[in-house]
């Protein structure tokens, strides 16, 4: 498990340090502590063997049991896991015979139709996960476009992230460039096209337009070990496709563990992004509506660092706890 991260008491004792007037650290305390409150809630289905086991011990390094090991699949129901604030629901997708199918898909819809004590929908973002070994992609296409984006209410495409796993073993895994942890140029190819695939059945389908990526979770067996590729860029769509007001959330759940992230295709610093992304929430969620002069020095201690102060709401510096996160990437 991940060593416990709390970057809003992190903020909020820093705050209380600082030389800030009373009122300005007031409000900055009230923003830190709606952040705080705030409850992210992931759905993540797939068919069965798709990998969203290993997909959430490698986010997060949370040991979940693997689907259907020793459990008859066409039991089981939703379940829920509840990471500090983030909860994940973990559906089983379609693809176990009619009846379970309509049960999984009753669940689904229910639990997609389900709303918050302020009336919102409940679930924030839907991850499906696409099995990348298989060609037979029509269960899932079922599961997206006839039981997923009909009940995502009017926000559609923001709430639905597709990725496609096990990118490793794609084409049986021929063109896996082990050494290096990453696809050789066949197989980069093949997966694009596979993405491009993807979506231009969802959007045939559903008039829905996605981006696709693909990834591996990575594993570990016995003596033998992968680590995931194309995880940074998993948790970075995972972010922008997440409400502003609840991106924080992730700081205190992802996999401290450096190896985990490291291996990414070059299409972007997605570690940098990701940083990029954190401290623009801090600006957005924890400095806004303070009037903070602009010479304030460094406020945020362990937490980060204000580099030439607050100028117009813009924070010139980088939130410390995500910086060390992500140094080593």
Not at 72 to 86: A, G, R, V
Request: glycine letters at 10%.
């Amino acid at each position: 498990m991940n060593k416990k991260i709390d970057i809003f008491e992190n903020l909020a004792n820093d705050i209380i340090g600082s030389d800030l007037p009373e009122r300005e650290k007031t409000e900055i305390l009230k923003s830190i502590a709606n952040a705080k409150e705030q409850k992210l809630n992931i759905m993540i289905t797939g068919a069965t063997g798709c990998g969203k086991s290993s997909t959430i011990n490698a986010l997060f390094d949370y040991e979940v049991a693997k689907v259907g090991v020793g459990v008859d699949p066409e039991t089981m129901d939703i379940s829920k896991y509840e990471l500090d604030n983030m909860v994940l629901w973990d559906s089983p997708g379609l693809g176990d015979g009619k009846e379970a199918d309509n049960r999984h898909s009753k669940n689904i819809i229910n639990k997609l139709l389900e709303r918050d004590e302020n009336g919102n929908a409940l679930i924030d973002l839907v991850l499906v996960i696409l099995d990348g070994s298989t060609k037979d992609l029509g269960t899932s296409y079922e599961l997206i476009n006839q039981v997923i984006i009909p009940n995502l209410g009017d926000d559609r495409q923001g709430r639905i992230l597709v990725a496609i796993n096990q990118c490793d073993v794609a084409m049986k895994g021929k063109y896996w460039d082990s050494l290096n942890n990453k696809p050789e140029p066949k197989l980069e190819t093949f997966l694009n096209e596979k993405v491009d695939s993807v979506r231009k059945r969802i959007k045939e389908g559903t008039g829905v337009d996605i981006q696709p990526i693909y990834y591996s979770a990575g594993y570990k067996e016995a003596d033998e070990k992968q680590n995931p590729y194309n995880l940074s860029k998993l948790l970075y769509f995972i972010i922008q496709h997440t409400p502003k007001e609840k991106r924080l959330v992730y700081v205190n759940n992802i996999s401290t563990k450096q190896e985990m992230w490291k291996d990414n295709d070059d299409l972007k610093d997605y570690s940098t992004e990701i940083k990029k992304t954190f401290v623009e929430s801090v600006k957005d969620t924890v400095i806004k509506g303070a009037e903070i002069g602009s010479e304030i020095g460094s406020i945020l201690g362990s937490a980060g660092k204000v580099i030439g102060g607050v100028v117009g709401g813009v924070i010139g510096g980088a939130v410390g706890i995500v910086k060390s996160l992500f140094s080593k990437w």
